[in-house]
């Protein structure tokens, strides 16, 4: 295989939701260092394609009592609101000029997992993707004191039930085990310990807003890890975020998510060291320069909404103006991934638990569905003669298989179905 295409692929794919149509062809003039820099350095400031409008997200308040007239019209704005912050999302993913920021923001959102099925509203989801915008290539630190003030998460992991009279661990435990530290790093007496320290959170359901009430708070020294104090909620994160376990676990998590979901990370991986001082530009500016992003061994399966962005801004859609937003969404649930509603709080799965002949299946009808609404006019741009092999080229693809050669070439008079065999190529839904 071509080392500079596939290097280059890579950039597109994984550190941004891929090319739009000639952006491949000109990163393979520039060389894959000048593309390097481009597509890992953010811009001082960002912008999309076409301007994408804020949703309008609003405090509900409480919902009203049952049988009463308020509540189809309640119900109503909580359906919008939610409607409106997906295809928003989608949209940015889409229109993006910076694909690595949107990208982190989706790789946060899975690292710190919330759903809104617990939450039902929308404004406490919408604040914790801002939060995730504000801090995503920023400090870890940072970001893991704003998560401790986030109310959607606190919600979601009955952060506002945890109180001196009555610990809740779930918070605590999924703190060091999901979101910072790892599994195994900690004990049961450390579970205990970090519950009393996060005691006295509350929790505007409707809105987000987090607030500490001094008479829930269990403010008693804690032994926390060998180490005992009074931590607050900063200096909690502080102390983990610090800890040499938080380095190895984040530069597992980057592995894992951008590198390899089969191979286990290698002790010479770079994005550890680089980790040093918490800051995520640095580290994701190091992990794209590692030796293993121009390995063939590191193929990895796009995940549904990857697979759905990059498709978008190949062939130039914006979600918000697919027809119809309920079907987009059927389509995203059926391949099982619906933004703002991760399976659980170690969200969603990836590599080869994406690929099965049921998948496959609603891979094909939901591709069939976009290149309905395209006119594929990069395609149809590219000569009848060239349409194989410079195919590659507008979907950022290093190379087609003989056996996807052949099959392109049965559809070089139908550019829908030709689009459609490339867009469900294992070359296309497999970053290789």
């Not at 982190?104 to 989801?125: D, R």
């Not at 009555?166 to 579970?191: K, T």
């Not at 061994?297 to 990059?310: D, G």
């Not at 969200?347 to 309905?372: C, D, H, M, N, V």
């Amino acid at each position: 295989m071509n080392i500079k295409r596939l290097e280059t692929s890579r950039l597109f794919h994984r550190f941004g939701f891929g090319p739009r149509p000639g952006e491949y062809a000109q990163a393979l003039k520039d060389g894959v260092q000048i593309t390097r820099t481009r597509l890992t350095t953010v811009p001082a400031a960002l912008t999309t394609s076409t301007p994408v409008a804020l949703p309008e997200i609003t405090d509900l308040g409480k919902r009203p009592k049952e049988n009463t007239p308020e509540v189809v019209p309640f119900a109503l704005a909580m359906r919008n609101q939610t409607q409106q912050m997906g295809l928003w999302w989608l949209d940015m993913m889409a229109l993006s000029d910076h694909g690595l920021t949107e990208r982190m923001v989706w790789f946060w959102h899975g690292h710190w997992a919330t759903s809104i099925q617990k939450l039902n509203y929308a404004l406490p989801m919408y604040k914790q993707n801002q939060l995730f915008r504000t801090h995503a290539l920023g400090n870890f630190n940072s970001m893991t004191k704003a998560m401790l003030n986030d109310g959607a998460l606190q919600f979601w992991l009955d952060g506002q039930d945890n109180t001196a009279k009555a610990p809740n661990e779930n918070l605590g435990r999924e703190l060091m085990e999901l979101f910072v530290l790892g599994v195994n790093r900690y004990s049961e007496d450390d579970v205990k310990a970090i519950s009393r320290v996060l005691t006295g959170y509350q929790v505007e359901r409707s809105s987000g807003l987090v607030s500490i009430n001094p008479s829930r708070r269990d403010t008693k020294p804690v032994t926390l890890l060998g180490t005992t104090a009074s931590f607050t909620g900063d200096s909690l994160s502080d102390f983990l975020v610090g800890r040499d376990d938080c380095a190895t676990f984040i530069a597992e998590r980057l592995w894992y998510r951008f590198i390899s979901s089969t191979e286990v990370m290698p002790a010479s991986f770079k994005a550890k060291n680089a980790f040093a001082t918490r800051d995520m530009a640095a580290t994701i500016q190091v992990m794209a320069t590692d030796p293993s992003m121009s390995n063939e061994k590191f193929a990895m399966v796009k995940s549904p909404v990857e697979w759905f962005i990059s498709a978008c801004r190949a062939l130039e859609l914006t979600p918000s103006a697919l027809k119809t937003p309920g079907q987009l969404n059927n389509h995203l649930d059926k391949l099982g991934q619906v933004p703002f509603n991760p399976p659980n709080v170690g969200g969603w799965p990836a590599g080869e638990a994406w690929l099965s002949s049921a998948t496959a299946q609603y891979r094909l009808a939901f591709a069939e569905w976009l290149i309905k609404q395209s006119s594929l006019s990069a395609l149809q741009q590219i000569p009848r003669d060239a349409r194989v092999l410079k195919s590659a080229d507008w979907l950022g693809v290093p190379e087609w298989s003989a056996r996807t050669q052949s099959a392109l070439r049965t559809a070089l008079d139908n550019p829908a179905q030709f689009a459609l065999l490339a867009l469900c190529s294992p070359e296309y839904i497999v970053s290789a």
